[in-house]
């Protein structure tokens, strides 16, 4: 027997893609693409780190809000009240995750545009530094929802 989608499920799938998909694409970035970039040598990996960067940001952009929307949605909808401690916690990750991604795109992500070749190295170490940061946050709350359901079927 097939049942329709309540707004509830139809924001959970929303929620969890769009949420796995910005944490995959980051580590995606983190483990593969970055190191081979570095490997191309210091001037072509300024060139393609700032290719990519500028390809994926409005992707990342929309999965931000998607996760972002979603998320506040189903605190208002769901089980689980906003205050508890577990939405608190997911909600430290969210920002951890959004601060990181902003101050990674807004503040050094410029810089780069701008910086004397011989500083694009430390600029994208930087970056790649607030990225990690972001996935653990977001892989944290992923671990977090799953606990929650494990305590609280």
């Known amino acids: 027997m097939i049942t329709a989608l309540t707004l509830y499920d139809l924001l ?25 970039y570095k490997a191309q040598g ?8 700032q290719a990519q960067g500028t390809r ?6 929309l999965l931000i809000a998607l996760t972002l929307g979603s998320g506040i949605a189903l605190s208002l909808t769901g089980p689980v ?11 430290a990750c969210l920002l951890l995750m959004l601060a990181c991604h902003l101050y990674g795109s807004l503040v050094l992500w410029p810089r780069a545009f701008f910086a004397l070749d011989s500083e ?4 994208f170490f930087a ?17 977090l929802t799953y606990l929650g359901k494990q305590f609280n079927p």
């Open 12 to 36: 959970v799938l929303v929620h969890v893609i769009a949420m796995l998909s910005w944490i995959g694409a980051m580590y995606f970035n983190l483990t593969l693409l970055f190191p081979m």
């Open 127 to 143: 970056y790649r530094v607030s990225m990690f940061f972001s996935a653990s946050a977001g892989t944290v709350a992923i671990v």
């Open 120 to 123: 694009k190295a430390a600029i």
């Open 56 to 61: 994926a940001a409005p992707l990342l952009y």
């Open 81 to 91: 009240a906003p205050t508890s401690p577990l939405a608190i916690a997911k909600g």
């Open 42 to 49: 210091p001037v072509r990996y300024g060139e393609l780190m």
